[in-house]
Every structure is written in structure tokens, then in C-alpha cells.
């Protein structure tokens, strides 16, 4: 099949073009590298052994997702284009909603001019909101969210599932995706956030590389059994690849799905820090801050939905997934900038 990444040099999208080229799908790549950069497509195609056709383009610019509609016949669209910086959406609301909405209803009406028949979206776990109990299993109601990025994944789930509806030749998958961390065995491709990481792992994998002086852990008076939060980490690799099985199921089915991609094991933030040290032979300094506004105690996937119908399963270990970002960092301490300036 040919895949259409939106967004696809980004962290998660670069990963997932890998995994696609390695079952046998070819990509192309739209990007307009507001945060990301062309050195990650120059490593995609390293890593797969083949070229990579990318377009510099905004997915928001209707005439040129025509355009390069026109010119591939896509099978398959993923919709990773978006902001998500939960902090930066409170101060920045606008901006959330023009840039995620907008590219969502660009790629639909683009896709069904040029009869694009499939879209699978990054979605997250925060469309459960804060009410809900964990873990976390697709037939729970949306939750209110506490942040602006939160509600775009939230209405961008309703525009496509309402899209689905009244297109009888659409088919769409709703991914939510739990925690992703991890990089690619290699090395050569990975996470690189721009500025002062927002994230956990990333935090952690650059107080051990010497970027930053120590991790702050938001809040150890939390209900837990260590009293930091828990999350369900994932390797982003797992996560690509069930990528891999949404897009052959899309092929095959109409009307919308909502799969949690996730682990369904929770690990604390201590139990990160700590895994992290082991697999990196670092030691990471940390001390213990104030809670951080709106985080939720903790929450995990059920994931018995992605295993049942699309035969997915995430396979790698927390162990894994330290060693393969503290390979990912070390290698590239200033991320793609060290090889790319
Ligand atoms: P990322 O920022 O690394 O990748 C997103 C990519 O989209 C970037 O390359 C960026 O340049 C591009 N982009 C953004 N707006 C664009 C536009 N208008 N036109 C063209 N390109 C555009 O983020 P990621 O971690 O790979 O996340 C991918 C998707 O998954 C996002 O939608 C994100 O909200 C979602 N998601 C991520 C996480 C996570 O923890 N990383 C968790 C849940 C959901
Ligand atoms: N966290 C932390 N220090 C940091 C970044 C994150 O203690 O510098 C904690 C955060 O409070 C949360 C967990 O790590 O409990 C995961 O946060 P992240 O932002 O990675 O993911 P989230 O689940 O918030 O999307």
C-alpha cells in the first residue's frame, strides 16, 4: 500500500515510516518541519534502504494536499500533524485549534476529492478526561479535558467519526496512544524535542547526557504505591507498529475504530528514573518539586481491543525502552542538529 504520513518526520511518524517500509508499504512523507527537520527523512530511508519521497508542505494548504493527492494514488493517510505541547495549548489556544483542526478537515475534504479511501489518526489517552476510572478501555465516554490540546484530540475524534458516518466509503481508525518513549534500536532516529523538554523521558535522557542539570519530579505525594505518578510507557517502535496493523485493517473495514495502544502496565516516575540509571550506566539527579496543574495521579490501557482485533501486542520491556533512548541520546546528544549543522 502507499501511506500517506502527515506530519511523518516527526518522532512518532518517523518510527512508524520505518516499520511501514519494513513490512513492505512504500510512504510519503508531508511535512512542514515546524518541529521536526529533513535529517529525520534523510535516516528514515538510511534505516529502510530505499528513498523516501517528502513533501514540504503544510497539511493545512488545501491546494497542495491536492496536489500531491493528485500525483500519488494514496491508499492510506496518518494524521500525526499536530501541536501537542500541553502547556503551550493553555497559553496558545488558538493557534491548538487552528492548526489540529485545520489540518484534520484539510486531509478529509482532500481525501475524499481525490477518493482517498482510509485515515488513521494519533489520538491520545487524554480524550478520557479526568473522570474516568482506569484502566482505560475504548467503550468509556469521552472525559472533559483540562487543556486545549486535550479537547482538539477530543473534537478531532468527532469530526472523523462523524466523517465515517456519513461516508459509507471511509474508513477510519482512532488510535490512542498511552506514553510513547524509546527510539529506534539504531540510534538513528529518536526524539528531539526543541527547547527544554516538556515530556519525562526526554527530561531524563538529557540530565544523563549533560544537557540539563537534574529532573524535577512533579509531586511525590501522589496515591501511589511510590507517591510519584504512574503512566503507561510504551516503546515507540511497539507504537509504530501498530500503526502498521491499523493501516491494513483500515484497508479492509469502513466506519470508525478506536483502538488504546498501550502497554496496560503502569511505571512510576521513580521507577523511570531508576530504569533509566540501570540501562545507561548514568546516574540522573533529580529532586522533588510541586505537583504539575492538571496531571491525573495515574492511568493505563486496557489493551485487549488492538490485540483481539488487530493482533497487536506491545512486545518491549521498560528495560527496552531505556536503552534504546539512552542509545538514541548518547549517539545524538544535541539531537539531529549534531549531525544536520
Ligand atoms: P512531533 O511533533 O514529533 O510530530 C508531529 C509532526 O507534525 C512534526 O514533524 C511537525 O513538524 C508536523 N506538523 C505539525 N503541524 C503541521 C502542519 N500544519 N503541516 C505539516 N506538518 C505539521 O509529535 P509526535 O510525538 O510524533 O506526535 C505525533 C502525533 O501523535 C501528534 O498528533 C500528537 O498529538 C500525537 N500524540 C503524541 C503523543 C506523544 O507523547 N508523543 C501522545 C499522544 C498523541
Ligand atoms: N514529569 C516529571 N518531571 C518532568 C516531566 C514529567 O515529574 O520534568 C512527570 C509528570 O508529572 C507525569 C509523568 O512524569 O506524572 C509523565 O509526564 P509526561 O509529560 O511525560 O506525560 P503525560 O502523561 O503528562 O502526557
Known amino acids: 500500500m502507499l501511506v500517506l504520513l502527515a506530519g511523518g ?4 511518524g518517523s518510527h512508524t515510516a520505518v516499520e511501514l517500509m519494513a513490512a513492505g508499504h512504500d510512504v510519503i512523507i508531508v511535512d512542514n518541519y515546524s518541529n521536526s527537520c529533513p535529517e529525520a527523512v534523510e535516516r528514515i530511508a538510511e534505516l529502510a534502504g530505499r528513498p523516501v519521497q517528502a513533501y514540504e508542505a503544510d497539511v493545512k494548504d488545501k491546494a497542495a494536499m491536492l496536489a500531491i493527492f493528485q500525483q500519488n494514488k494514496v491508499d492510506c493517510v496518518i494524521h500525526f500533524a499536530g501541536l501537542k505541547a500541553v502547556g503551550e495549548s493553555v497559553r496558545k489556544p488558538l493557534e491548538y485549534y487552528r492548526n489540529n483542526i485545520d489540518t484534520t478537515l484539510t486531509l478529509l475534504e482532500a481525501m475524499r476529492e481525490c477518493g482517498v479511501p482510509s485515515i488513521v489518526f494519533s489520538s491520545s489517552a487524554t480524550v478520557y478526561g479526568e473522570e474516568n476510572p482506569y484502566p482505560y478501555i475504548e467503550t468509556m465516554p469521552h472525559g472533559s479535558c483540562s487543556n486545549p490540546y ?10 472523523l467519526e462523524d466523517a465515517a458516518k456519513a461516508d459509507p466509503g471511509l474508513s477510519v481508525v482512532l488510535l490512542r496512544y498511552f506514553n510513547p518513549i524509546g527510539a529506534h534500536a539504531s540510534g538513528r532516529i529518536g526524539e528531539d524535542p526543541q527547547g527544554v523538554p516538556n515530556n519525562l523521558m526526554p527530561y531524563v535522557a538529557q540530565v544523563a547526557v549533560g544537557r540539563r542539570d537534574h529532573l524535577t519530579i512533579f509531586g511525590n505525594d501522589y496515591p501511589t504505591p511510590d507517591g510519584t505518578c504512574r503512566r503507561d510507557h510504551i516503546h ?78 506491545a512486545e518491549r520491556t521498560l528495560d527496552d525502552m531505556c536503552r534504546d533512548t539512552w542509545k538514541w541520546q548518547s549517539m545524538n546528544p544535541q539531537g539531529y542538529r549534531s549531525e544536520s549543522e
Do not use: C
Request: charged share 25%.
Open 9 to 12: 518526520a516527526g518522532y512518532i
Open 150 to 159: 486535550g479537547w482538539t484530540k477530543s473534537m478531532m475524534e468527532q469530526i
Open 236 to 313: 515507540v517502535v511497539d507504537l509504530a507498529d501498530g500503526h502498521v496493523k491499523a493501516v491494513e485493517y483500515a484497508a479492509s473495514h469502513k466506519g470508525a475504530e478506536v483502538f488504546n495502544l498501550g502497554t496496560g502496565t503502569p511505571y512510576s516516575v521513580l521507577e523511570i528514573v531508576h530504569a533509566f540509571e540501570r540501562n545507561s550506566e548514568k546516574s540522573v539527579k533529580f529532586e522533588f518539586g510541586p505537583r504539575r496543574e492538571g496531571d491525573l495521579a495515574e492511568f493505563w490501557a486496557n489493551a485487549d481491543k488492538a490485540a483481539a482485533v488487530l493482533g497487536w501486542k
